[in-house]
C-alpha cells in the first residue's frame, strides 16, 4: 500500500493521545507540584519530554525509517525480547484500558449519577475495537476530523476572561509548593502517548518532516496544557484551587452562552471523541506487538482477544481512587520505559552498524 501517514496527521495524533481527561484536573496538580505560577514548572516538564522526542528523531534519522521490530528481532535473543513484548502489550492496553474507565466514572460523577460505568466502557470499548479494526490510515483520518470537532473548546477560555485576575497570580515563582516530587510525575504522564509513534515509523510518510511533526503535536499541547493552568490559576487562589478536584470543570461552570446551557457538561461530553483516540491508539500499538509474539493468528482475533482480556480486567477496579491507584502503579515505571526505549533502540542500532563494519572488514 502507497498510502502514508502524512506529517499534519501524525502532528494531530501526538497532541490527541496527549491531550486527554487529565486536562481537567491539571490546574490543581499543577499547583500542588510547582505552587505559585506552577504553571512555568509545566513548561519545564514539558522540555524535558523534548529530550525524550530528540532521541526517538535520532533513532528515527539512524533507523532510515526502519520498524522498531524489525531492529529488536535482528538483535535481541527472544529470552529478552519475549517479556520485552508482553510487558508492552500489557502495559499499552492497561493504559488505553484505564484512561476509558476514568473517564466512565467521571461521567457518572459529574454528569449521570445513576449510569453504570460498566456498561459505559462496554459500548466504548466496542467502538473503539472498530476503529482499530479499520487500519492505521483511516484512524488518521479519523484522528484529524477529531481535531477539528474538538479544538473549538480551546477558545471557550475567552468567555471567562472578565473573571481573570493577575492579583491571583501573584508575582512570586514556585513558592509553597506541596509534593514537587509524586506530583510532577503525575503532571508527567500527561504528556505521554508521543513515544507511540515508534510504532508509527514504517507508516509515515518519509517526507522529512517526521521530527517537526512530533515536536509540533507536543508544543501545540503543551501550549494548551500551560493556558488551561495559567487561566485557571487567575481564576481561582492558590488555596481554592488545591481544593477543587477538577478546576477546568469548575471553570466550565462559569461560562454562559447564548446558545448551550450547562456547557461543562457539553464539553465533558466532546471530549469522548479525544479519549477515543488515546484508548485507540495505545491498543493499535499493543495490537501490533502482539502480531510479533503470534504471527500465525488472525489479527482479528488478536484484536477481539485484546479488547476482551483489557475490558474483564477493566471490571475489577470499580471506584476512581482504586482506578486511580492502577494507574499509577503502571504509568510511573512506564515512564521510565518510555525514556529509555529509544536509547536502547539507537543503541542496538550503533552495536548492529559496528558488527556490519567488521563483516565487510573480514570480507
Not at 484529524?144 to 479544538?151: A, E, G, K, P, Q
Not at 525514556?339 to 563483516?359: G, Q, T, V, Y
Request: charged share 15%; hydrophobic share 55%; with cysteine.
Amino acid at each position: 500500500m502507497n498510502e502514508k501517514i502524512h506529517y499534519t496527521q501524525l502532528a494531530v495524533i501526538v497532541y490527541l493521545i496527549q491531550s486527554g481527561i487529565v486536562l481537567f484536573a491539571l490546574p490543581r496538580l499543577v499547583a500542588e507540584a510547582f505552587g505559585t505560577n506552577g504553571w512555568i514548572g509545566l513548561i519545564g516538564l514539558s522540555a524535558i519530554v523534548l529530550v525524550n522526542i530528540y532521541f526517538i528523531i535520532l533513532f528515527y534519522k539512524r533507523g532510515n525509517g526502519k520498524s522498531i521490530f524489525m531492529i529488536l528481532e535482528a538483535s535481541l535473543p527472544k529470552l529478552i525480547l519475549y517479556p520485552l513484548y508482553v510487558y508492552m502489550i500489557v502495559t499499552f492496553g492497561l493504559l488505553g484500558i484505564l484512561v476509558a474507565k476514568n473517564y466512565t466514572l467521571l461521567i457518572q460523577l459529574t454528569m449521570f449519577p445513576d449510569i453504570n460505568p460498566n456498561l459505559l466502557l462496554g459500548y466504548f470499548a466496542i467502538v473503539a475495537l472498530y476503529f482499530v479494526s479499520k487500519g492505521i490510515y483511516n484512524m488518521a483520518k479519523t484522528s484529524l476530523v477529531i481535531f477539528y470537532l474538538t479544538i473549538w473548546t480551546l477558545l471557550l477560555l475567552l468567555l471567562v476572561v472578565d473573571e481573570f485576575s493577575f492579583i491571583r497570580i501573584t508575582p512570586f515563582l514556585l513558592q509553597d509548593a506541596l509534593d514537587p516530587v509524586t506530583t510532577s510525575l503525575e503532571i508527567y504522564s500527561a504528556f505521554l502517548g508521543f513515544e507511540l509513534v515508534l510504532f508509527l515509523i514504517p507508516y509515515v510518510k518519509p517526507d522529512g518532516n517526521f521530527g517537526k511533526a512530533i515536536v509540533g503535536g507536543h508544543l501545540f499541547t503543551t501550549f494548551v496544557y500551560t493556558a488551561v493552568c495559567f487561566m485557571g490559576m487567575g481564576f481561582f487562589s492558590l488555596d481554592q484551587m488545591r481544593q477543587v478536584l477538577y478546576p477546568t470543570y469548575e471553570i466550565l461552570k462559569y461560562m454562559e452562552t447564548p446558545v448551550i446551557e450547562r456547557i461543562e457538561n457539553f464539553v465533558f461530553g466532546v471530549f469522548l471523541l479525544k479519549i477515543m483516540v488515546t484508548v485507540v491508539f495505545y491498543h493499535w500499538a499493543a495490537l501490533e506487538v502482539s502480531k510479533q509474539i503470534f504471527k500465525k493468528t488472525k489479527e482479528k482475533k488478536l484484536l477481539i482477544l485484546l479488547f476482551a482480556s483489557t475490558f474483564l480486567v477493566s471490571l475489577i477496579p470499580t471506584i476512581q481512587r482504586e482506578v486511580n491507584e492502577w494507574f499509577s502503579f503502571v504509568i510511573n515505571p512506564y515512564i521510565v520505559f518510555a525514556f529509555c526505549f529509544p536509547l536502547l533502540l539507537i543503541l542496538l542500532l550503533w552495536i548492529n552498524s559496528k558488527k556490519a563494519r567488521r563483516e565487510e572488514d573480514i570480507a
